[in-house]
T-cell receptor, first 117, second 113 residues
């Protein structure tokens, strides 16, 4: 059983296109995240959602629009793709937001490798 | 936001030797510090974590130490094995209402058989 899953695994597309990446977790967690890992392997938080509500947007361009239809899903839609968007995008989830009670441990999905040509 | 620095960026050790990776953080309010291991083409996987009310934690060959006063924490791997070769990331959670992980820049560990 895959705890956090993402589709697609690979995504190759042209500049200017719009694409979506889907994420699902079957852990019963309340909080989900999107991270971007660039070619130098830097991992950076993009968004976090708790109970379908946006908590943090870490200065991500508004071409990126996350959508959470329910607690188990957090999808990422990207408009007008640019070359610099090429990266691996990781979804993650944690039980909740409370500190000190094991809620903050985050589990990552397998990643989506996006290549913009 | 939180700023996490990690050293060294690359580390090569002989099989059986120990490896140490060090991180510093900027926000004194941060209170949760996980370590992730990422093998080539795979997802980051949690290997150990420590909370700010604890100074040291050990799990078999892996240990983490935390110095809150100095705002630094370290990962220690003993009796290294070739399968320990990977990129290791430290991280800190900034308690601003969301458990956003701020990652270090990663350490590529190579264990030479």
């Amino acid at each position: 059983d895959t705890a956090v899953s993402q589709t697609p695994k690979y995504l190759v597309t042209q500049m200017g296109n719009d694409k979506s990446i889907k994420c699902e977790q079957n852990l019963g967690h309340d909080t989900m995240y999107w991270y971007k890992q660039d070619s130098k392997k830097f991992l950076k938080i993009m968004f976090s959602y708790n109970n379908k509500e946006l908590i943090i947007n870490e200065t991500v361009p508004n071409r990126f629009s996350p959508k959470s239809p329910d607690k188990a899903h957090l999808n990422l839609h990207i408009n007008s793709l640019e070359l610099g968007d090429s990266a691996v995008y990781f979804c993650a989830s944690s039980q909740g937001l409370l500190a000190g009670v094991n809620q903050e441990t985050q589990y990552f999905g397998p990643g989506t490798r996006l290549l913009v040509l | 936001g939180e700023n996490v620095e990690q050293h060294p960026s690359t580390l090569s050790v002989q099989e059986g030797d120990s490896a140490v990776i060090k991180c510093t953080y900027s926000d004194s309010a941060s209170n949760y510090f996980p370590w992730y291991k990422q093998e080539l083409g795979k997802r980051p996987q949690l290997i150990i974590d420590i909370r700010s009310n604890v100074g040291e934690k050990k799990d078999q060959r892996i240990a983490v130490t935390l110095n809150k006063t100095a705002k630094h924490f370290s990962l220690h791997i003993t009796e290294t094995q070739p399968e320990d070769s990977a990129v290791y990331f430290c991280a800190a959670i900034q308690q601003t209402g969301a458990n956003n992980l701020f990652f270090g820049t990663g350490t590529r560990l190579t264990v030479i058989p």
